[in-house]
């Protein structure tokens, strides 16, 4: 099969998974950011007491909601997650999640098991690496140069 026929026919327990971090509702911003920080990963999971999932905490919100000073790092997670619009199950094709991020310009897709539960995270990062494997040839990692060539001018 091709790669468009794979994406819309493909499940997407096909795609490079990342773990979840789980954030229980109610505990702090400063602890979720915490454990995002210690795991290098942009989005948290916020789970109820049963650990179904109820929203997805990201930097970018908190960011935003920093430079506006509406909140403070001890306040609960809960008044800066997102909802659950943004989850899919593995059984889900890939197309699905590519639309439902290109849609709602998402970054994270939290995958969940039939009763709501959290079991991965997914997203741009998985998406690419999906397309890194379909076209290894074309795909090149390159050094990211640190220095200026003698021929390159610095400055004006």
């Known amino acids: 099969m091709g790669l468009r026929a794979d994406i819309l026919n493909q499940p997407i327990s096909e795609l490079p998974l990342r773990p979840v971090i789980k ?18 990963l942009g989005c948290a999971v916020v789970v109820d007491a049963q650990g179904r999932y109820i929203g997805k ?3 970018r919100r908190l960011m935003a909601a920093l430079l506006q000073g509406s909140h403070t790092l001890d306040g609960p997670v809960d008044a800066l997650m997102f909802g659950t619009q943004d989850c ?3 059984t ?10 290109e849609s709602r310009k998402l970054r994270f897709i939290v995958v969940v098991d ?3 539960r ?3 995270l997914t997203g741009q990062k998985g998406v690419m690496e999906y397309l890194a494997e379909h ?3 074309q795909v090149k990692v390159q050094k990211i140069e640190s220095k200026l060539h003698l021929d390159q001018r610095e400055g004006a």
């Open 23 to 40: 954030v229980q509702s109610g505990q702090s911003i400063r602890q979720a950011m915490q454990k995002m920080l210690e795991a290098m």
């Open 92 to 101: 889900d094709h890939i197309a699905l999640m590519i639309q439902m991020m």
């Open 118 to 120: 959290p079991v991965a």
């Open 57 to 59: 905490f990201t930097e």
């Open 88 to 90: 899919v199950l593995p």
């Open 135 to 137: 076209f290894p040839r």
């Open 114 to 116: 039939a009763e709501g």
